[in-house]
């Protein structure tokens, strides 16, 4: 019975109860009992005890481990809170004489035709002669050894409960038993320290108190599957602790019984894996910078063949040149690789990129304190260095046997760390300017560009110099998290064509801002919008530029990539969402590593076909929508 009718018991036992073999008793809300039959009075904890007596004084009950109950425990106590019935609780009865009974005590509320509560009744059932003896024996022996047996295998039963109730109080998981309407019964250690709060906290209170607001349902779909008695195994969802933190757990939730085989309540067994799902996150984020990093290499690998082959005189010139910007890579890669890509040392970067052997080594100078660059400047200075050592090996100080290079940098604290570096080379040819601006220059310009940095370069009558201005981070050494993105770029070493039957390309002339802090891959992009004629705004490397280019420039389209060194860029896609100028993503990274509020954006993954670049761009002009409609990415 759920509830109990005023109408029908009253607060008075009927002459039926009153004769019962079992222990029944009424008391009001506050406890004070207002009838009990003959029955019950022989569970009672003093022979004095009447009508009108606190229910708290009649009883002196133990668990089956023999601990002690607390008052507040007591079924009785949890209901008068509750107002919800609690059956099948096994306890443990002192009586007067000091002798001990265990009994199986069942309460149900009472409430009036107005539904309004009055009290509650309990039944006492003495559980000691329904002991389950007969597993004891074999199915084959007599009722004679059955009796003779009879003593030792109900102590047999009260130690098995008392080493179960031990293995449940020591345990590391929280165990926890609650009534079908989610109240909760009893609370072991195991939940004490997982979730903060003690037995006397939870006890009798509703066990949506650990459970988020957004995740109750899933209480109520456990609750529903307990009352048809099935399972629930290893159920993965998250709590709440005391503290407000969220506890991932592993649940697994069965139906408690009662002597009939009626659900009466369920127990819970919680296992905190907070732990276990941080490493998987983790995990998953690893193997995510892993796939992110390797696609990023091919990308720059494409990227540097691409305006390699768009500046070479002849195959071999471009094999060698590809084959020197190739391996300057790859010795920055080999650094980094020994510092877990962490950070590598200025002088290792400049010893890799320099052309000469051992024996050579009088010909070049190198001076200055160690300095730390993070896995990005450090791919992109190792570049810089490989297009000055190169070109003053073709065409410089380096070209002749008495020439010299002198290499010095310091570090400036004034209005933040700078690093300064002169690329001083005298005793060479004539130097002259250039006529034309070669991929060298163009690649030196924009690598610094991506980190706030600039050069100038100077053709003086005695020799070039170069001198590099980069920003630093605010301390020399460079702890794990400082990889912000390794160096990316992407379009394919032939040149796509696009063929339009003779008519003008529908993104000619349309001003296109291009957002990326990878120098290489931001020439790629431009390069390829170039071709069709479109304006290129930008390209920005930097959030605070991207921002100002929106402000102050007309804007039909952009290109962005999914973060700039690190910094999200959710408030520039939300700049251009509120302008209503369309946008995608170029990025490395699948969709989980766009800004959450934009993960439907189309996004040209890293390395890409440069068709299909600009088959978004010329899409995203001609859709009305504020955002490119979701395509699929190749």
């Known amino acids: 019975m759920s509830k109990k009718s005023a109408s029908a018991c009253g607060l008075k036992l009927s002459r039926l109860d009153a004769t019962l073999p079992v ?30 007596a606190k229910l708290t004084d009649a009883l002196k009950a133990y668990l089956p481990n023999g601990q002690r109950l607390p008052e507040a425990h007591e079924p009785t106590a949890i209901v008068l809170r509750t107002e919800s019935a609690i059956h099948g609780c096994d306890l443990v009865f002192e009586r007067p004489d ?22 509650a009744v309990g039944c006492i059932q003495d559980f000691s002669k329904y002991a389950d003896i007969s597993a004891q ?3 084959g022996q007599k009722a004679e050894t059955e009796n003779e047996n009879s003593d030792s295998s109900i102590q047999s039963s009260g130690v098995l409960a008392a080493r179960l109730a031990a293995i449940v109080a020591s345990s590391d998981d929280a165990i926890v038993s609650k009534t079908l309407q989610g109240f909760v019964t009893t609370w072991n250690a195991g939940a004490e320290r997982i979730f903060g709060y003690t037995a006397d906290e939870m006890i009798g209170q509703h066990i949506t108190r650990i459970i988020p607001i957004e995740l109750r349902s899933e209480e109520d779909a456990i609750l529903a599957r307990l009352r048809q008695g099935e399972h629930v195994d290893h159920f993965e969802t998250v709590r709440v602790a005391k503290d407000g933190r969220r506890i991932d757990v592993s649940l697994t939730v069965s139906p408690i019984r009662d002597r009939t085989g009626r659900v009466v309540g369920a127990s819970k067994v919680g296992r905190d894996i907070t732990e276990r799902k941080q490493f998987e996150r983790l995990q998953q984020l ?14 720059t690998v494409q990227s540097i ?58 010909r070049i100078s190198y001076s200055g304190p160690t300095v730390k660059l993070n896995a990005q400047a450090a791919l992109h200075l190792g570049l810089v260095l490989h297009e000055l050592a190169t070109n003053a090996l073709k065409y410089g100080a380096l070209s002749d046997p008495r020439g ?9 604290t004034d209005n933040g760390r700078h690093l300064l570096l002169e690329w001083r080379e005298r005793g060479g040819p004539t130097v ?43 301390v020399d050494s460079i702890g794990g998290g400082s990889y912000n993105k390794p160096l990316a770029s992407g379009v394919e070493i032939a040149k796509a064509a696009r063929m339009y039957a003779g008519k003008t390309p529908a993104v000619a002339g349309k001003r296109i801002l291009v957002v990326d802090d990878e120098p290489l891959i931001a020439m790629d ?72 509020a934009f993960r439907q954006t189309t996004l040209i993954k890293k390395p890409f076909h440069r068709q299909r670049l600009m088959d978004v761009v010329q899409q995203m002009l001609s859709e009305a929508s504020t955002i490119v409609p979701l395509r699929k990415s190749i």
């Open 23 to 52: 222990g029944v008793y009424i008391c009001d809300r506050t406890g004070v009992l207002t009838d009990f039959n003959r029955r019950c009075a022989t569970f009672w904890a003093s022979s004095d005890i009447t009508p009108g």
């Open 98 to 119: 000091g002798s001990r009974v265990l009994v199986e005590v069942g309460v149900d509320p009472i409430f009036d035709d107005s539904q309004n509560f009055l009290g």
């Open 137 to 139: 024996v074999s199915q």
């Open 286 to 299: 690893l193997i995510g910078e892993l796939n992110h990093r390797v696609k990023n290499t091919l990308a």
């Open 305 to 362: 063949a691409n305006q390699t082959v768009h500046r070479a005189k002849s195959p071999s010139d471009f094999a060698a040149s590809f084959s020197g910007r190739l391996q300057a890579l790859a010795r920055t890669h080999t650094l980094l690789t020994q510092s877990t890509w962490q950070a590598a040392d200025l002088a290792d970067v400049l010893r890799d990129q320099l052309p000469l052997s051992e024996a050579a080594d009088d």
């Open 404 to 412: 010299k290079l002198a290499i010095h940098w310091i570090v400036r």
């Open 432 to 474: 002259s300017v250039p006529q034309s601006r070669g991929f060298g220059a163009t690649l030196i310009e924009k690598s610094l560009e991506a980190h706030g940095g600039v050069t100038s370069i100077r053709y003086e009558a005695e020799g070039l110099t170069c001198e590099i201005n980069l920003p630093l981070p605010d």
């Open 525 to 596: 992009i431009v390069a390829s919008l170039e071709d069709e004629g479109c304006k290129v705004v930008g390209p920005a490397a930097t959030l605070k530029k991207a921002l100002h280019l929106i402000e102050t420039e007309d804007i039909d389209a952009g290109l962005l990539d999914a973060n700039l060194a690190g910094e999200p860029v959710d408030a520039l896609a939300a700049v251009l969402t509120r302008r209503k100028i369309p946008f995608a993503f170029v990025s490395g990274y699948g969709r989980e590593g766009l800004p959450e």
